[in-house]
């Protein structure tokens, strides 16, 4: 059932605006935020809406319910709180279904949460989803299990911190080290086996494409290859940023600190175009976001995983 009452991508705009950390209001006029915001907001609005494209949804996952079980819902959770509701599949697995918390009327605040919960498997029971998501810019939220942390600055603030000795970068040009990439992947989930998940090596397919923006490069180290660094321009939570796709270093340049030192170079080395520097990193890495925070930027929010009860 298409929900009632469907607020326009401008007002979703504006409440996903008031959510966002104060810190990055300085990173972008509001005007062209909140456009920005609207765009991303109308694929929301389509989700509640547009029955052909639940259809092929339903298709494509093909776990039982029909077409309209997987339209956004639009819902009144307290007097004071509407949200926008949608089913996901955490990496397509149909296995692991969650709700999604995509924006709300107001920030979320903790005694929020049964009711989201609630909301969640009233209207999507029929996928069982042992979970909700939900977006807070605040770096603590009592009792939730962390999902993934939005770490960024502007790229203007970034570049003028310094630099490891002999540490630089050159363009990626092919897929010769990629081998050794998935190789130092592997390393550390060996060393970390209670880690393994939180961070992942980009496909072949995702390299090339950041090679041919322009924005992928090789770490060099004592003359050697020791990493890829690189991102893509894209927009997200409104900002127009350089959005990390990788930020590797290779066993041999690994316990010498130079994780900082990526987000630097890569600043100096990214166009001088007013844009944010902004990744995602998984809200128990402690090692990446320590690194990311010596480089100077900011965590400016993130998602947190609500249990439901069925």
């Not at 949200?83 to 296995?95: N, P, T, Y």
């Not at 130092?184 to 989930?189: G, L, M, Q, R, S």
Request: charge should be negative; charged fraction near 20%; proline fraction near 7%.
């Amino acid at each position: 059932m298409i929900s009632d009452n469907l607020p326009t991508a401008a007002e979703l705009a504006h409440f996903s605006l008031t959510a966002q950390h104060p810190l990055t209001l300085n990173w972008c006029p509001a005007p062209e935020r909140l456009a920005n915001l609207a765009e991303e907001h109308a694929f929301d609005l389509q989700l509640a809406s547009d029955l052909d494209l639940a259809g092929k949804r339903a298709e494509f996952i093909n776990v039982g319910p029909p077409p309209e079980a997987y339209l956004n819902r639009w819902v009144t959770v307290r007097p004071d709180l509407d949200a926008m509701l949608s089913i996901r599949f955490k990496g397509l697995d149909v296995s692991k279904p969650f709700v999604d918390v995509s924006v709300t009327s107001r920030p979320v605040v903790a005694a929020d949460v049964p009711r989201l919960s609630a909301a969640a498997l009233r209207d999507y029971g029929n996928f069982h989803p042992p979970r909700i998501r939900v977006w807070s810019a605040a770096e603590t939220f009592a009792g939730l299990k962390p999902d993934l942390r939005v770490l960024a600055a502007s790229l203007a603030e970034l570049r003028g911190e310094e630099v490891a000795p002999e540490l630089s970068l050159r363009p990626t040009t092919d897929h010769s080290n990629y081998a050794d990439a998935q190789a130092a992947y592997a390393a550390v989930d060996a060393a970390h086996p209670k880690h393994i998940g939180q961070a992942g090596l980009l496909s072949e397919e995702d390299l090339q494409d950041t090679i041919e923006a322009g924005t992928m490069f090789d770490v060099i180290w004592r003359g050697k290859w020791s990493g890829y660094a690189g991102t893509l321009p894209e927009t997200q939570l409104g900002l127009p940023v350089q959005v990390v796709q990788e930020l590797l270093l290779a066993p041999h340049a690994r316990g010498h600190g130079f994780g900082a030192s990526l987000s630097t170079l890569l600043a100096r080395h990214l166009p001088a175009d007013g844009r944010v520097l902004s990744g995602t990193i998984h809200g128990e890495n402690r090692g990446a976001q320590t690194a990311a925070r010596r480089a100077g930027r900011h965590d400016v929010g993130g998602w947190w995983w609500v249990p439901t009860v069925n």
